[in-house]
């Protein structure tokens, strides 16, 4: 049932690494490994692409979507850093609890 | 008596002097501003005298006729059509009523004409003469009216004028109190009037010919022959009732209280009111209503004794008194009690002959009373006067005549018209010798007090003060001369009606058409004469013990008075205590009914008002707890709940970026599970 031929594995690897990359965001307190988090469940995205696209029609529509989630991926970690360093500057640290000015 | 005849001429009889006082009353004050007293006088008198003229022709029109068809008839328009009830404004001459015309007319005229004289400084004097008119034209309403309904407007209206006249000073309580106990006493007896009227109508409405017009209920009398209302036959309680109503007008037991007190009044007032006229009104009813009265023997029966009884009571309260007016005013109960007599014996005829007579005597007596009140400078005390014979011949020579009238001195017609009535008492069948002899014992006493007053009057020192005594003088011509014309009528009024020894009463045979003639006397000429002598002794006697007393002085009239511890005397000049038993009786009762029903209206009424006041208060009190309450406690709870919820709400709000996450993910969860399960 998990033999590497099949698409059920590899989907599978895809949601274990979705559940953990969701766990990470979830209850991690520091900023980046939030982010770290996020670029787990990106990838985890990226497998499904490919695992889909190898074995749907064999073409590469799966890979070249997995490149662009890569740049995405970079692009939004960039912007990501940006704010965490926004917010250190203001709060003076980056623990995500420490953020909570919007508490009502 | 169905076929009158209609004239015309007959409503100007009671219009003129209506006019007259219509023009007086209205215009009046402003008349004499302008054309002074003189003019009242002439709008005043003119109308009398002219009605007077009028009836006089109707007298000689009757005369004409033959006995049987002297009826005479004025009919100007129904004034009543209501169902069974026709009433006509009509104005009927008949025997009885010429008589009563005549002297209205008559004798009001000449006192018109002296109370020119005596009203002569008063300034209200168009009022005076309005109101006089007034009387006189209800009084001839009353006296020609062809229905009990009609006659009875015409008795209300005496009423009314009397009131108003006996206040005329109303200026003085004493006066307007007198007028308003006139007027009460009145209309106490006017209700029992008025009752006897309904039961009239409706008993022969019953029969099924409903009236109240005289000629018709001649007719029909005696179809009410067997009724009965409670156990009491129709006509005995009629009579009666209407008999009530002539005490009240007539002033007997016991409604006469208010005729002494009528002497407030100026004397031409007390002249015609209540000596010549008005007084007489419940006389003239009976005598109207004879058809009914015959057939109702106990009510004859009361008539004549309550009759008797006024003329005793009123002859000893006459011996005490002491002001002039008061003596002639007893006096008058006194003769109205005779006429009653006369009545109660089924004599009508010699109770209007008396009428007539006294009508003269009585009218002269207090017009004599007023000429010397009027040199007295309005002094009434008798007491205070004295010897005035001198000073004022005319006055003592027709007061003279009218003393010797009413003491009934024979060949005077006093004499004649008041032994008739002691006749009839004695022999009739509804009469009886205690009857007579009660009118025999009121007859010696009238004599002592008349001419006790006259010897107090006129003779001996003059008892008044220096100033007075110089200014005593006779009254002016308008008033001495309708004294001599009523002197005049005093001594020969009485030979119409003749007792039947001397040839028979004319008097009572020109009243025949109205008044059936009993049966003639059966008795015998010597009873006649016998009782006759019987009166004059008295009489003479009454004289006698009056000459002693108070023109030899004699013996002094204080032990008189003394006698039997001053009981008898104390009785009579306090009036019998009626004035006072009614005081306590009805005045006292009705002011107690008044503060009872003032003070069920201060709790009572009051409480309940003043009780759902307090009731509407409690209950919007209790509305504005429930709106504070209520009403509020719901919109605040609305407003805390909305406001704890959002509290509640608020705490999502956390700030905490982990938060939101895990709800984000819950929220995609949950959207997932939704999709997959209920969309295909």
């Known amino acids: 049932m998990f033999s590497p031929n099949e698409l059920s594995s590899y989907l599978i690897i895809g949601a274990i690494l979705f559940s953990l990359g969701l766990f990470t965001v979830l209850t991690r307190r520091n900023a980046i490994s939030v982010l770290m988090g996020v670029e787990l469940i990106l990838n985890s995205a990226n497998i499904n692409y490919v695992a889909f696209s190898h074995y749907s029609s064999g073409g590469l529509e799966g890979q070249i979507y997995a490149i662009f989630v890569i740049m995405l991926a970079a692009a939004e970690a960039a912007v990501g850093l940006a704010i965490v360093l926004a917010i250190f500057q203001i709060f003076h640290t980056i623990d995500v609890e420490a953020a909570e000015t919007l508490k009502e | 008596m169905d076929h009158p005849i209609q004239t015309d001429y007959l409503r100007w009889i009671v219009f003129l002097p209506l006019i007259g006082a219509i023009i007086n009353g209205l215009l009046g004050s402003a008349i004499q501003k302008r054309m002074g007293k003189g003019a009242i006088s002439f709008i005043a008198c003119a109308p009398v005298i002219l009605a007077f003229g009028l009836s006089v022709y109707a007298f000689l029109t009757l005369k004409g006729l033959a006995a049987e068809q002297r009826f005479l008839i004025d009919r100007l328009y129904t004034w009543?059509?209501?169902?069974?009830?026709?009433?006509?404004?009509?104005?009927?001459?008949?025997?009885?009523?010429?008589?009563?015309?005549?002297?209205?007319?008559?004798?009001?005229?000449?006192?018109?004409?002296?109370?020119?004289?005596?009203?002569?400084?008063?300034?209200?004097?168009?009022?005076?003469?309005?109101?006089?008119?007034?009387?006189?034209?209800?009084?001839?309403?009353?006296?020609?009216?062809?229905?009990?309904?009609?006659?009875?407007?015409?008795?209300?209206?005496?009423?009314?004028?009397?009131?108003?006249?006996?206040?005329?000073?109303?200026?003085?309580?004493?006066?307007?109190?007198?007028?308003?106990?006139?007027?009460?006493?009145?209309?106490?007896?006017?209700?029992?009037?008025?009752?006897?009227m309904f039961l009239l109508f409706w008993s022969f409405d019953a029969q099924g010919h409903g009236t109240l017009t005289f000629r018709e209920m001649a007719k029909w009398a005696s179809t009410l022959q067997g009724q009965q209302l409670w156990g009491i036959s129709v006509i005995t309680l009629a009579t009666l009732l209407l008999f009530v109503g002539a005490t009240g007008k007539s002033a007997q037991i016991p409604l006469h209280v208010w005729l002494p007190d009528?002497?407030?009044?100026?004397?031409?007032?007390?002249?015609?009111?209540?000596?010549?006229?008005?007084?007489?009104?419940?006389?003239?009813?009976?005598?109207?209503?004879?058809?009914?009265?015959?057939?109702?023997?106990?009510?004859?029966?009361?008539?004549?004794?309550?009759?008797?009884?006024?003329?005793?009571?009123?002859?000893t309260i006459a011996l005490t008194q002491t002001d002039i007016k008061r003596v002639l005013a007893y006096s008058t109960v006194s003769q109205l009690g005779y006429m009653f007599i006369g009545v109660g014996v089924a004599g009508y005829a010699a109770a209007i002959f008396h009428l007539m007579t006294h009508a003269f005597f009585k009218a002269c007596l207090f017009l004599g009373a007023g000429s010397v009140i009027h040199a007295m400078h309005h002094e009434q005390d008798m007491r205070k006067m004295g010897g005035l014979k001198d000073s004022m011949p005319y006055t003592f020579w027709t007061f003279a005549i009218s003393v010797l009238a009413i003491a009934g001195t024979p060949f005077f017609s006093g004499f004649f018209s008041k032994d008739e009535i002691l006749w009839l008492a004695f022999t009739s069948e509804h009469g009886s010798p205690m009857l007579w002899?009660?009118?025999?014992?009121?007859?010696?006493?009238?004599?002592?007090?008349?001419?006790?007053?006259?010897?107090?009057?006129?003779?001996?020192?003059?008892?008044?003060?220096?100033?007075?005594?110089?200014?005593?003088?006779?009254?002016?011509?308008?008033?001495?001369?309708?004294?001599?014309?009523?002197?005049?009528?005093?001594?020969?009024?009485?030979?119409?009606?003749?007792?039947?020894?001397?040839?028979?009463?004319?008097?009572?045979?020109?009243?025949?058409?109205?008044?059936?003639?009993?049966?003639?006397?059966?008795?015998?000429?010597?009873?006649?004469?016998?009782?006759?002598?019987?009166?004059?002794?008295?009489?003479?006697?009454?004289?006698?013990?009056?000459?002693?007393?108070?023109?030899?002085?004699?013996?002094?009239?204080?032990?008189?008075?003394?006698?039997?511890?001053?009981?008898?005397?104390?009785?009579?000049?306090?009036?019998?205590?009626?004035?006072?038993?009614?005081?306590?009786?009805?005045?006292?009762?009705?002011?107690?009914?008044?503060?009872l029903g003032s003070l069920f209206d201060q709790y009572v009424i009051d409480g309940i008002v003043d009780g759902s006041a307090s009731l509407t208060r409690f209950v919007?009190?209790?509305?504005?707890?429930?709106?504070?309450?209520?009403?509020?406690?719901?919109?605040?709870?609305?407003?805390?709940?909305?406001?704890?919820?959002?509290?509640?709400?608020?705490?999502?709000?956390?700030?905490?970026?982990?938060?939101?996450?895990?709800?984000?993910?819950?929220?995609?969860?949950?959207?997932?599970?939704?999709?997959?399960?209920?969309?295909?």
């Not at chain 2, 009813?285 to 309550?306: D, G, Y």
């Open chain 2, 80 to 196: 009543i059509n209501l169902g069974s009830l026709k009433v006509d404004m009509a104005f009927w001459v008949d025997p009885l009523s010429a008589v009563m015309i005549l002297v209205v007319t008559g004798v009001g005229g000449l006192i018109h004409i002296y109370a020119t004289g005596y009203m002569h400084e008063d300034k209200a004097f168009w009022r005076f003469f309005a109101f006089l008119n007034l009387f006189t034209a209800a009084m001839l309403i009353l006296v020609t009216a062809d229905n009990l309904l009609l006659m009875f407007v015409g008795w209300e209206g005496v009423g009314l004028c009397s009131y108003a006249l006996i206040g005329f000073w109303y200026q003085d309580h004493n006066n307007a109190r007198a007028g308003n106990k006139a007027f009460i006493v009145n209309r106490v007896g006017d209700f029992g009037f008025m009752l006897g």
């Open chain 2, 262 to 315: 009528a002497m407030a009044g100026p004397t031409p007032v007390s002249a015609l009111i209540h000596a010549a006229t008005m007084v007489t009104a419940g006389v003239y009813m009976t005598a109207r209503l004879n058809f009914f009265f015959s057939t109702a023997p106990e009510t004859l029966h009361v008539i004549a004794w309550i009759g008797a009884g006024t003329a005793l009571m009123a002859a």
């Open chain 2, 437 to 595: 002899l009660l009118g025999v014992l009121g007859a010696g006493m009238t004599a002592f007090y008349m001419f006790r007053q006259f010897f107090m009057v006129f003779f001996g020192e003059c008892r008044a003060d220096h100033h007075t005594q110089e200014h005593l003088h006779e009254s002016p011509k308008v008033m001495t001369l309708p004294l001599v014309v009523l002197a005049i009528g005093a001594v020969f009024a009485g030979y119409v009606g003749l007792p039947t020894v001397f040839g028979g009463s004319q008097f009572a045979r020109w009243l025949e058409p109205v008044i059936a003639a009993h049966g003639e006397e059966h008795a015998s000429h010597a009873l006649e004469l016998g009782l006759m002598a019987v009166s004059i002794t008295v009489a003479a006697f009454g004289f006698f013990i009056a000459y002693l007393m108070y023109y030899r002085a004699a013996f002094s009239p204080e032990r008189f008075a003394g006698l039997a511890g001053g009981f008898f005397y104390r009785l009579f000049d306090r009036k019998y205590y009626f004035d006072e038993i009614y005081q306590v009786i009805f005045v006292n009762g009705a002011l107690l009914l008044a503060r």
């Open chain 2, 620 to 680: 919007s009190w209790l509305n504005g707890l429930f709106d504070n309450y209520i009403i509020d406690g719901i919109v605040n709870a609305i407003a805390n709940i909305t406001f704890g919820a959002g509290n509640q709400f608020r705490r999502v709000q956390t700030g905490n970026i982990n938060s939101y996450l895990y709800g984000i993910l819950i929220a995609v969860v949950l959207a997932i599970i939704v999709k997959l399960r209920y969309w295909s």
